[in-house]
């Protein structure tokens, strides 16, 4: 079954304590990205990937890294956790047919607590 | 950079009533524009989308059309049923080779049976 799988589900942590946020896709897709959902916000960007070894910052970069070491894999890190990035978050992959924007695929989403 | 705005926030229809969702965006770069959906406690889903090269698209109850000289698009669903309640966000973003989506802040609709 073609999905992007998001792990963990729920996470509650602390702050300053390291996390990593794991996005896996099956569709060989060349383009990953992830957001941030806040109530009344939308979905705001992170970060995206393009390719492997390829990666840019979204609207809302600033206290997360990404790595894109594999096409399958696009992992999302929390060096140092604040409270106000508690949100729920989504992975999502789409194809580059033609070099052309895409549909997006999105994982389950992951709710992270900072406390 | 890009931004979008959606209308209306909020929007309440009788089942078997029309419901008209609008995005306004100001890149005029910008020529992909998906629609989603969002069940409560779901994932976003694409219901349907345009490019810039378009003017109207349709798929059974749902329509979306563009205006590129205003830049604005919009989300028609026509003969509304309850399973059509959720969030639905509206999205800009460019093509070839860029890669940041910009979504608006999405629309909650409820159709009352």
């Given at each position: 079954?073609?999905?992007?799988?998001?792990?963990p589900?729920?996470?509650?942590?602390?702050?300053?304590?390291?996390?990593?946020?794991t996005?896996?896709?099956?569709?060989?897709?060349?383009?990953?990205?992830?957001?941030?959902?806040?109530?009344?916000?939308?979905?705001?960007?992170?970060y995206?990937?393009?390719?492997?070894?390829?990666t840019?910052?979204?609207?809302?970069?600033?206290?997360?890294?990404?790595?894109?070491?594999?096409?399958r894999?696009?992992?999302?890190?929390?060096e140092?956790?604040?409270?106000?990035q508690?949100?729920?978050?989504?992975?999502?992959?789409?194809?580059?047919t033609?070099?052309?924007?895409?549909?997006?695929?999105?994982?389950?989403?992951?709710?992270?607590?900072?406390? | 950079?890009?931004?979008?705005?959606?209308?209306?926030s909020?929007?309440?229809?009788q089942?078997?009533?029309?419901?008209?969702?609008k995005?306004?965006?100001s890149?005029?770069a910008?020529?992909?524009f998906?629609?989603?959906?969002?069940?409560?406690?779901?994932?976003p889903?694409?219901?349907?989308?345009i490019?810039s090269?378009?003017?109207?698209?349709?798929?059974?109850?749902?329509?979306?059309?563009?205006?590129?000289?205003?830049?604005h698009f919009?989300?028609?669903?026509?003969?509304?049923?309850?399973?059509?309640?959720?969030?639905?966000f509206?999205?800009?973003?460019?093509?070839?080779?860029?890669?940041?989506?910009?979504?608006?802040?999405?629309?909650?609709?409820?159709?009352?049976?």
């Amino acid at each position: 079954e073609a999905q992007v799988t998001q792990n963990p589900r729920y996470l509650i942590t602390v702050t300053g304590k390291k996390l990593t946020v794991t996005c896996s896709q099956n569709m060989n897709h060349e383009y990953m990205s992830w957001y941030r959902q806040d109530p009344g916000l939308g979905l705001r960007q992170i970060y995206y990937s393009m390719n492997v070894e390829v990666t840019d910052k979204g609207d809302v970069p600033e206290g997360y890294k990404v790595s894109r070491k594999e096409k399958r894999n696009f992992p999302l890190i929390l060096e140092s956790p604040s409270p106000n990035q508690t949100s729920l978050y989504f992975c999502a992959s789409s194809p580059r047919t033609g070099g052309s924007n895409q549909p997006q695929h999105f994982g389950d989403g992951t709710r992270l607590s900072i406390l | 950079g890009e931004n979008v705005e959606q209308h209306p926030s909020t929007l309440s229809v009788q089942e078997g009533d029309s419901a008209v969702i609008k995005c306004t965006y100001s890149d005029s770069a910008s020529n992909y524009f998906p629609w989603y959906k969002q069940e409560l406690g779901k994932r976003p889903q694409l219901i349907i989308d345009i490019r810039s090269n378009v003017g109207e698209k349709k798929d059974q109850r749902i329509a979306v059309t563009l205006n590129k000289t205003a830049k604005h698009f919009s989300l028609h669903i026509t003969e509304t049923q309850p399973e059509d309640s959720a969030v639905y966000f509206c999205a800009a973003s460019k093509g070839t080779n860029a890669g940041k989506s910009t979504f608006g802040d999405g629309t909650t609709l409820t159709v009352k049976p």
